[in-house]
């Protein structure tokens, strides 16, 4: 079964500076999409940003960026430039066409707090 | 635009009672996903719609069921309610045009407490 790892519990930054959320993942599929999901105290998931394996460039999203390292199965967030708002539970997750259809596979989140 | 709406907001059962939660998608998406959320059990899928017909289900028992009606609203059925069925469920929609690659909407969930 594919796994999504999160082996932060918690992480935290002072306001205007950079955090990088780690994550990694379990697959033997070449084929599969990559998510980190923001879940703020209202419980809304919300998409941050989205990685296509194919795809070597990492994405960027605004603020977000991502440090997609296929060989090694890396998948990670960092947050530029750090603002009260972003303070949520941030979740990793994987989907593949040929293995996880439809299903999206999370981590068990790491929560981001923001400190003025 | 509308996001993906669901309800009730909270619910309240005793063990062994029916929950029904709803769900309605975001206007021209097909797709439906059913989540829970459960204290130190993070997210799991449960059930995904599209077009009417269930495309795949996740790992829980019978008891858990659900359907998609023809406006692609759709419906998630809990029978013989246990204590451990306490969670946030979460409804995501989608285009389903793209499979694995569409970006899922969730909505703001039902809080489904069994006492």
């Known amino acids: 079964a594919q796994t999504v790892t999160q082996s932060q519990p918690e992480m935290s930054v002072q306001e205007a500076e950079t955090v990088t959320l780690s994550c990694t993942y379990d697959?033997?599929?070449?084929?599969?999409?990559l998510f980190w999901y923001k879940q703020p105290p209202s419980r809304q998931m919300i998409l941050v940003i989205r990685q296509e394996a194919y795809k070597q460039q990492n994405a960027t999203e605004n603020r977000f960026s991502v440090n997609f390292q296929k060989a090694a199965k890396s998948f990670s967030l960092k947050i530029s430039d750090s603002q009260l708002g972003d303070a949520a539970m941030y979740f990793c997750a994987y989907n593949s066409p040929t293995d996880s259809w439809g299903k999206l596979q999370f981590g068990a989140g790491t929560q981001v707090v923001v400190t003025p | 635009e509308a996001g993906v709406t669901q309800s009730p907001t909270h619910l309240i059962k005793t063990r062994g009672q029916q929950a029904t939660l709803r769900c309605s998608p975001i206007s021209g998406h097909t797709s439906v996903y059913w989540y829970q959320q459960a204290l130190g059990l993070g997210l799991q899928f449960l059930l995904w719609y599209d077009e009417g017909e269930e495309r795949n289900r996740g790992n829980f028992p019978p008891r858990f069921s659900g359907r998609q009606f023809p406006n692609y609203s759709s419906e998630l059925n809990v029978n013989a309610l246990e204590l451990e069925d306490s969670a946030l469920y979460l409804c995501a929609s989608s285009t389903g045009t793209s499979g694995s690659a569409d970006e899922q909407f969730f909505g703001p969930g039902t809080r489904l407490t069994v006492l």
């Open positions: 697959t033997s599929e070449s084929d599969y999409y």
